[in-house]
């Protein structure tokens, strides 16, 4: 069975299933479809952990749009964001004028988007949006409103559909819990 994978071993538990995920993502896609309807939106994946929520979002969304790609590190090898943000990607376009929807993973202290909002609003964009996966309310420090989440979440690490620990589980199908163990000693 494909759970017996070794990666499983190292989930504590399924948050969400594939088709859990492709359920969501497609009626997310649907919503965008319906509210920019008419409109060329320019889709900014956040790299790498947004990527595989990406590439299905993208697919689902019947519209004329363009993508563009940022990425920013604040983590390192750890499950705590560092605080600090810092652009390692830029767009290659302009965004000026244009309605613009950041796609991110997961929304945890909110300081990754507020900075990329600060971004790309002072870049002239005409509208700009948040889609996320996943939101983590319960750990928000910077106020921020999540346009679009598929999923609200406990607070609890997860890996799996993009998300990773230390750069690996990004391939896992599924979003699964990852068990403390693999992570204590951290500090
Ligand atoms: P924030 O700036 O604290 O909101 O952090 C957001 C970024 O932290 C996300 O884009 C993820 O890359 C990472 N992150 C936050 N929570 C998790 C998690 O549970 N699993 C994996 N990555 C996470
Ligand atoms: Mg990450």
Redesign the pocket.
Known sequence: MENQRTLYNDLDSILYTREQLQEAVSALGARITRDYAGKKPVLVC?LK?ASVFFCDLIRQIDLPLELEFMAVS??GASTK?SGEVKLVKDLDRSILGRDVIIV??????????NFLKKSLISRGAASLRIAALMD?PARRVAPLTVDYSCFEIPDA???GYG???NELYRNLPDVGILSPRIYAGEE
């Open positions: 956040i952990g604040s983590y964001s991110e993973d997961i929304v945890d202290s909110g300081m990754t988007l983590k690490f997860v890996v998300l990773d620990y």
